[in-house]
Every structure is written in structure tokens, then in C-alpha cells.
């Protein structure tokens, strides 16, 4: 009997052999799912079938919905089985097919999200998208059953309209495809995007727009920097009030920390349960520099207890970082998060239950409607009703005793909770996400002199190096033992951005060879010789209908505004001008795009803000981990200067950046003591072994 025989007689399909947990669940579907790959479109050449393709991923609520109501469906699973050849993607996989097939959907319905049906011809032009679909027609709504019959009938009976119909859409999606490019941007553009997000600002909850509301915290990490530049009060108090509210709110977890993936209302109140790893990056990242320009600890707090949610629960023992937790536990989304006021009381005694029932809004009622009806649960979502002072004020206690009170609660909490089934969790390690983290953590290991951040970094960015890079090529995904896919832009710029961060919380010199290196790697192939900006793939990779090239910052940045940014830092730090100018003709590769909608790119308006200037190249000569050169850097660490590279040149030439950067050995101590040489806007400061002129020359003073 062939192998395929011995499959079909085994209760599972051909996902079983997968990495992805996200294909894992569905290995025992009676629907025939293939993973992606050339064999299974030649199957359904063979066979004359559309093939029917499903996007999502493991955390996604909707897809597990969809699984349970359709794919686990013995009745659906053999219509399928009949009428198509079906193929599972995890979109954190494949973020390079799930990126082209959801501007189709976009393109056919104005709408995407996940998870995503794609319908195609085997030789993969689409010509039917769309998200979730019930089982059974209802309320206007198309059932999967009644689609498949209705593809059925299309593609038996009208194959020369399908035909047509997936030209005309392979059309379509080249010429969204298409990138606008113009002129080299300046600070109007940077203005722009400033007034859009005022204007859309919400002054009663922050964040921006009405519900959902995602945390994009790329947009707060420019707005600082708006502030920074006009000392323009408002973005300042935009990115504050937004901060506390989500702090604040449902869509922080009090009890385990770290932030859920958005929130379902205005009010940050009632989250989508899921945590991803690159919102705890981003997020964590705003709250530090929130941190630097305001020194208000609650910032700081946040930002730690992101890191010690992450370094808890999201860290393998090898050091890379997995990529998500899953909104639903026992197949109920929220489920380990919610409380009623019953177990609060159980949990934690009258007193303490009475208290923590007035901080987080506990009631007998809750707050946690049931989705269909919105009658309410009696479950509750915690949430601080009152900010700490606030508290602090209207009990008349010191708000030390007020912290030590929660604190106390919380660990009841914590400990109760940790007896519940928790979430599943998405164990594959991703190139890009870890990235992100590398640079957070780097970021926090600086601006609070933490040692533990550090070498969390250096865990995550070894792993990379170790088991995700080979010939200076990266791949994207880790799983079980073992490390495949090729690398897309993402994986690359966000690397480089978190080698370049560890490289100045640490200045081991590994990290930043590796930077440059890798930005080569893409320079040679993904970069559009033609237009210019890079490519989301490389110029060897899988062919898939057209090859995009992304500057929309979502909810995770661009690849594109990345790189910019990571290729001004190397110009600065190399001294290369040649990166300066390809930096250049990223943004204006896209500048027309980012023109209509600046607001929407706030990552690249970070990178056209450091363009700008000015900004600051900073030389320490010193001798690493000696007291003059700690508290230099630490003065330098500790205050916001987001646009600024920094390296250090001990007195031993061995092996130093002097072998990357040859004008350096220029740049020494003076008097055997460590020594500031700082450059900027072309211009270099005397060199200065004192600490407050230093900061003069940073304009800090």
C-alpha cells in the first residue's frame, strides 16, 4: 500500500508531519488538507479541482470558530475532500502568501481578516476570497456548504468565466501592487501625519478612532519624537493619555501582565484575549521612551512587567521567543482570564475581595457580555477604574501601601489563576518577532541598567544566529528542531534593528558585523534595482504571482521603514554615505503612497525623522565596564535621545570597532579618562571628559 493509502486508512491528513502547531490542529480534520507545495497544486492539475486555500493562525479566535462549526465536520470534510484540493497555510509562516492573498481578498470584497478562503485555479490565481463563513446559509450570509455546491457548479459547468475571472483579478492585483514613487520627504510630511492622528484622537479614552482599537505603538514611538522636535505639548499628552488608558484598561493583564491584541470597545475595556509577542516588543519599547521624556515610574513599571511576562511565560530554554497565547482556554474565549465575584471572594477573603473588587470594577453582574446577545456573563474583566494616585488620594493611604496591597492581591491571583487550562500557546520561534524583542530588551537593558534584559537578548539574538543563519542568509521559522523557510524583509530589518540595539547595550562587536552583514544580504537580494525599496522576498524565492514590495505600517511596521532606519544608524555608525543614499530611495520609492496617507507609515516618519536630524553620532573612549564609562554611558542611557548611534572605542586596538570603522583610532581617551567625542549634522563637538558637557553638546542641558 502507498504511503498516501497508509494516510488516508490513519485517522489523520497530510498536515500530521507539519512543524506549525497552527496546521498541527487540523491534522485530524476529515477535511484532506496539504501543506503548501508544488506536489499538491500538480495534484490538483491532475485532478482537474479548484483549490480551495485557508489562511489563518493558532491563536486566532475566529479560525478555531470556523474549525469547529466546518473543518471538524464529517459532512463538510467530504464535500470538500470531493470538490477540492484543499491547502492549510499559517500565516505566521507564510506572512509572504498570506500578504498577496489577502490584498485579493481586499481587492474582490473590501474587507480581509482571518481566517482567510481563498478559492483558486491550480495554477494559484484566485477567483473567490472571503474570511469566516458558517456552516449553513443564515441571516444573509452564505454558508461554506452552500458556497462549495455554488463553486462546484462554476467550475464544472462555466470554467471559461472562472478563467476570466482570475485574470482579471492577477490584473488587478499588479496594479495595487504598483508603488508611487516621488520626491525626497521633509518635515511637512512629518506634520501631516502629526494633524491626521490629532484630528482622530480620542480625548475621552485615548488612542485613535473608534472600536476596535488597535495599540499600533509605532505611532506613539513618533509621536515622542514629534514632541521631541516642536516641543509640541499635544503629542505628548496624546501618547500619555493613551498609555494610562490601555495601562489602565481590559486590554492590560492585571494579574499576569503583558498586553492583549486589541481592544473590542472604545474604552480599552474588553479585549480579543490573545497576546501577541510583537505587540509586548512594540509596546514595551513606547513605554520606555515614554519613561525618558516623562521620568514617571509607572511607565517604567509597565515596561518591566511586559519583560517579566515575556521572559515568564515566552521564552524557550534556548533563548528564542515564541510568538503568541491564545484567546481561548477549553474552547471559550477568555476564558482564563475572567473572574466572577464568587472566586474573587473565594480567593482572596472578605477583606482584600472588598478592596479588589473597588480597584478592578468586580461585580456580581460583570462586565464580560455574552457575544451573540450581550446579556451579561457575571464574569468580570479586571481593570483599574482609578489610577494609582487616585486611590491613593480618596482611601487617604500612602500610595507605597496602596502598590504593596495590590502587589499582595495580585500573587493570590496569580497563583489561583495558574491552577486554570491556560491558553495554548504558539511555540514556533520567529526571526522577525524575536527581532523586535531583541531591540526592546536591548532598549530596557539601557535606560534602566539592567544586566537581566541584556543577556535575554543575547539569548534570543544567539539562537538567531545559531540555528536561523547560515551564510549570512537568514531563514524565518524555528519550530521542534528545526529551522525553515526562507527569510522574508521582516526577518531581516528586524534583526538587524535588535542587533543594532544590543550591539550599543552591549558593544560586543559580533552584533553589529552580523548587522552589517545582513543588511548586504538584503541590499544584494531584495533590493528593486529598477524603483528602488526592497522586496518583501528575496530574488531567489518561491515565485507566487506577483513579488510586493510593503511600506504600510500595520500592526507591525514595515520591512521597508525598518530598514531605513537601520541603514541611517549604520550609515552614522560606519560612516558609509552610500547607506545614507539608499536609505533615501526607500522613502522615496513609496513617497506618493506616503503622501495620501501619512499617518498610516508612522514607523517610516521615525526614519524621516532621524533623516532630518539632527542627530547625534557618539564616540565613548573608554575601557569597557570601568566607573568612568559606565556613568557616561548610564547619563547618555538614561535620557531621551532617540536619534542617535553610539559606540565605543576601548584603548586596546585588538579586534575593536577600530577593524569597521578605521577613523576611530583617531578618537581617544584623554588624560587616561573616558572621553565623549560627539558629531553631528556634519559638525564634531570637542572631545570632553566631563559628564555635564556632554550633555550640552547633546542639547540636554
Known amino acids: 500500500m502507498s504511503p498516501e493509502n497508509e494516510l488516508k486508512k490513519s485517522k489523520y491528513n497530510h498536515l500530521i508531519n507539519e512543524k506549525s502547531p497552527y496546521l498541527i490542529q487540523h491534522a485530524d480534520n476529515p477535511v484532506d488538507w496539504y501543506p503548501w507545495n508544488e506536489e499538491t497544486f500538480k495534484k490538483a492539475k491532475n485532478e482537474n479541482k479548484p483549490v480551495f486555500l485557508s489562511i489563518g493562525y493558532s491563536t486566532c479566535h475566529w479560525c478555531h470558530v470556523m474549525a469547529h462549526e466546518s473543518f471538524e465536520d464529517p459532512e463538510i470534510g467530504n464535500l470538500m475532500n470531493e470538490v477540492f484540493v484543499s491547502i492549510k497555510v499559517d500565516r505566521e509562516e507564510r506572512p509572504d502568501l498570506d500578504n498577496i492573498y489577502m490584498t485579493v481578498c481586499q481587492l474582490m470584497t473590501g474587507t480581509g481578516g482571518w481566517p482567510l478562503t481563498i478559492v483558486m485555479t491550480p495554477d494559484k490565481k484566485p477567483f473567490f476570497a472571503g474570511t469566516y463563513f458558517p456552516k449553513i446559509s443564515m441571516y444573509g450570509r452564505v454558508g461554506l456548504k452552500d458556497l462549495i455546491l455554488n463553486i462546484k457548479d462554476i467550475w464544472n459547468e462555466r470554467p471559461g468565466e472562472v478563467m476570466d475571472s482570475a485574470d482579471q483579478i492577477i490584473k488587478a492585483l499588479q496594479k495595487v501592487a504598483e508603488t508611487a514613487s516621488g520626491d525626497e520627504l521633509n518635515q511637512n510630511i512629518l506634520n501631516s501625519a502629526y494633524k491626521s492622528l490629532s484630528s482622530n484622537f480620542d480625548e475621552i479614552h485615548g488612542g485613535f478612532g473608534g472600536a476596535p482599537k488597535f495599540p499600533t505603538a509605532h505611532t506613539f514611538l513618533f509621536l515622542l519624537r514629534y514632541w521631541k522636535r516642536n516641543q509640541n505639548e499635544r503629542a505628548l499628552t496624546m501618547v500619555k493619555e493613551t498609555l494610562d488608558s490601555m495601562r489602565n484598561g481590559g486590554i492590560y493583564d492585571h494579574i499576569g501582565f503583558g498586553f492583549h491584541r486589541y481592544s473590542v470597545d472604545q474604552e480599552w475595556l474588553v479585549p480579543h484575549f490573545e497576546k501577541m509577542l510583537y505587540d509586548q516588543a512594540i509596546l514595551a519599547m513606547a513605554y520606555i521612551e515614554a519613561f525618558q521624556v516623562t521620568g514617571n515610574e509607572k511607565y517604567r513599571d509597565t515596561a518591566q512587567e511586559i519583560f517579566e511576562y515575556v521572559l515568564r511565560d515566552m521564552q524557550s530554554p534556548e533563548g528564542g521567543f515564541y510568538s503568541a497565547e491564545d484567546a481561548d482556554s477549553e474552547g471559550v474565549e477568555g476564558k482564563f482570564y475572567i473572574w466572577t465575584k464568587n472566586e474573587i471572594y473565594k480567593v482572596l477573603g472578605e477583606e482584600d475581595a472588598k478592596f479588589a473588587s473597588k480597584l478592578f470594577g468586580i461585580t456580581d453582574e460583570g462586565n464580560f457580555n455574552e457575544e451573540a446577545s450581550q446579556r451579561k456573563t457575571g464574569f468580570n474583566i479586571l481593570h483599574l477604574e482609578n489610577s494609582i494616585d487616585e486611590i ?40 522577525d518577532w524575536n527581532g523586535l524583542m531583541i531591540s526592546a530588551l536591548s532598549k530596557g537593558a539601557q535606560a534602566f541598567n539592567n544586566e537581566k534584559y541584556k543577556e535575554a537578548a543575547v539569548k534570543s539574538a544567539d539562537f538567531i544566529i545559531d540555528n536561523l543563519c547560515e551564510n549570512k542568509r537568514l531563514l524565518h521559522r524555528y519550530r521542534d528542531g528545526e529551522a525553515a523557510i526562507n527569510a522574508n524583509l521582516d526577518d531581516y530589518s528586524f534583526f538587524i534593528a535588535g542587533l543594532l540595539e544590543l550591539y550599543e547595550a552591549s558593544f560586543n562587536l559580533k552584533y553589529l558585523k552580523f548587522a552589517i552583514d545582513l543588511s548586504n544580504t538584503l541590499l544584494d537580494h531584495f533590493w528593486d534595482n529598477e524603483n528602488g525599496g526592497f522586496y518583501f522576498t528575496p530574488d531567489d524565492g518561491e515565485d507566487i504571482l506577483i513579488r510586493k514590495k510593503e511600506i504600510y505600517d500595520g500592526a507591525v511596521p514595515s520591512g521597508n521603514s525598518m530598514q531605513m532606519l537601520n541603514l541611517l544608524k549604520l550609515s552614522k555608525i560606519t560612516e558609509n554615505e552610500e547607506l545614507k543614499h539608499k536609505a533615501i530611495e526607500i522613502e522615496k520609492a513609496f513617497s506618493q503612497d506616503v503622501i495620501r496617507s501619512p499617518s498610516a507609515h508612522t514607523q517610516l516618519m521615525v526614519a524621516i525623522d532621524f533623516k532630518l536630524g539632527p542627530s547625534y553620532e557618539i564616540v565613548i573612549a573608554g575601557t569597557p565596564n570601568n566607573e568612568d564609562t559606565d556613568i557616561m554611558l548610564n547619563s547618555i542611557r538614561s535620557n531621551y535621545i532617540p536619534n542617535k548611534t553610539i559606540a565605543l572605542r576601548p584603548p586596546d586596538n585588538e579586534d575593536s570597532i577600530i577593524r569597521i570603522v578605521d577613523s576611530l583610532k583617531f578618537k581617544n581617551q584623554e588624560n587616561g579618562k573616558a572621553t565623549a567625542h560627539i558629531c553631528s549634522e556634519n559638525t564634531c563637538k570637542t572631545p570632553t571628559t566631563d559628564i555635564n558637557t556632554m550633555l550640552e553638546f547633546l542639547n540636554l542641558h
Request: aromatic share 2%; proline share 2%; net charge positive.
Open 392 to 431: 491613593s488620594e480618596t482611601l487617604g493611604i500612602k500610595k507605597e501601601d496602596i502598590i504593596r496591597k495590590i502587589e499582595k492581591i495580585r500573587e493570590k491571583l496569580f497563583n489561583a489563576r495558574e491552577k486554570r487550562v491556560h491558553p495554548h500557546k504558539d511555540d514556533k520561534i520567529l526571526t
